[in-house]
């Protein structure tokens, strides 16, 4: 378990970077087209590991791949590329970090997940937690800011739900089938889209270098890596690594954006800490009833 652990901690820092990229690329591609060429690239990746490895398509899930990459990649991206040309990346992540409670929700109602009050806390926390780390400045509530909130809300929103369904198909497909299958339907999906952004894009250096970073290591490695993992532990434990994505989104951010860190930021990450200790399953009622007993052994 803590292996796994581990291994949740580096892909959100690998995630962190996405707001900072998809800010940057979605103005100058656009945001259909953006979503799209992500899905391409990870797909074409993955398609690569897959010849490598031999394995083959999972064709005959279509339906259940299909609505995955739906619920799973096609529509957050999109949704969070087209509010990223209308709100600040901090905001993004934040309202991404909604997608944990989402998650808890769907997996509850699947019967994947027991939703007890710790970990329910531990999703209310890490909303907290964020909200202190991204030091969110007033911002002027026009109808676009509303709108690009609104739909960001959504995209967290499925992209939590998708999480129980993941982990169902994970024990009958292989992980990198699985996530080579979604990436690729989520392109098909995207691809109308896309084409209807593809005369105002301007491909420039720096847009297609973050589509490729994107794509092929934030979408496509990351996903398999994040899809194994999810073989091995609880769709909420693994929705936790959100809340540890938006704290490594801010130290890019310090690092090489060159933000200032405020005092808010340590009792945003002490909370998002507590919030990932708790969905985790780590219960301080049962701690605390432990206490007395362990204070009376010799």
């Known amino acids: 378990m803590f292996h796994h652990n581990l291994q949740l901690v580096a892909l959100s820092a690998l995630w962190g970077t996405s707001f900072m990229l998809t800010r940057f690329a979605a103005p100058i591609l656009g945001p259909n087209l953006l979503a799209a060429l992500r899905m391409g690239m990870a797909a074409v990746a993955l398609a690569c590991i897959m010849h490598r490895l031999r394995l083959r398509w999972p064709i005959e899930h279509w339906r ?17 590329a087209w509010s990223a040309l209308y709100m600040p990346a901090g ?10 409670l989402f998650g808890a929700l769907a997996s509850a109602w699947m019967k994947e997940e027991s ?15 964020a909200a202190f780390l991204v030091q969110l400045g007033p911002l002027d509530p026009s109808p676009r800011l509303v709108m690009a909130v609104s739909i960001a809300i959504v995209g967290a929103a499925v992209s ?20 080579a299958g979604m990436h690729l339907i989520a392109f098909v999906l995207l691809l109308p889209g896309a084409i209807v952004d593809w005369p105002r894009a301007r491909f420039s250096a720096g847009a297609l270098a973050a589509v490729f970073v994107m794509g092929t290591f934030t979408s496509g490695i990351a996903w398999w890596l994040y899809a194994r993992i999810m073989r091995h532990v609880s769709p909420l434990v693994a929705l936790s690594s959100t809340f540890m994505i938006t ?9 090489f954006l060159g933000e200032t860190l405020d005092t808010g930021i340590y009792l945003g990450g002490a909370l998002l800490v507590l ?7 780590f219960d301080p009622r049962r ?12």
């Not at 259940?64 to 969070?80: C, I, K, R, S, T």
């Not at 939703?115 to 937690?129: E, F, M, Q, R």
């Not at 939590?160 to 996530?179: E, N």
Request: aromatic content about 6%.
């Open 64 to 80: 259940e791949l299909g609505l995955l990459a739906l619920l799973g990649v096609a529509a957050p991206h999109a949704m969070f």
């Open 91 to 100: 905001y993004s992540a934040l309202l991404y970090v909604t997608s944990v």
């Open 115 to 129: 939703l007890t009050g710790p970990k329910l806390a531990g999703c209310v926390l890490g909303i907290v937690g």
């Open 160 to 179: 939590g739900m998708s999480a129980p369904m993941l982990k169902r198909a994970v024990t009958r497909m292989d992980p990198l089938a699985i996530t």
């Open 247 to 255: 704290a490594f989104g801010v130290l890019w951010a310090v690092l």
């Open 275 to 281: 919030s990932c200790l708790l969905v985790m399953g």
């Open 287 to 298: 701690w605390m009833a432990a206490m007395p007993a362990r204070s009376r052994d010799p």
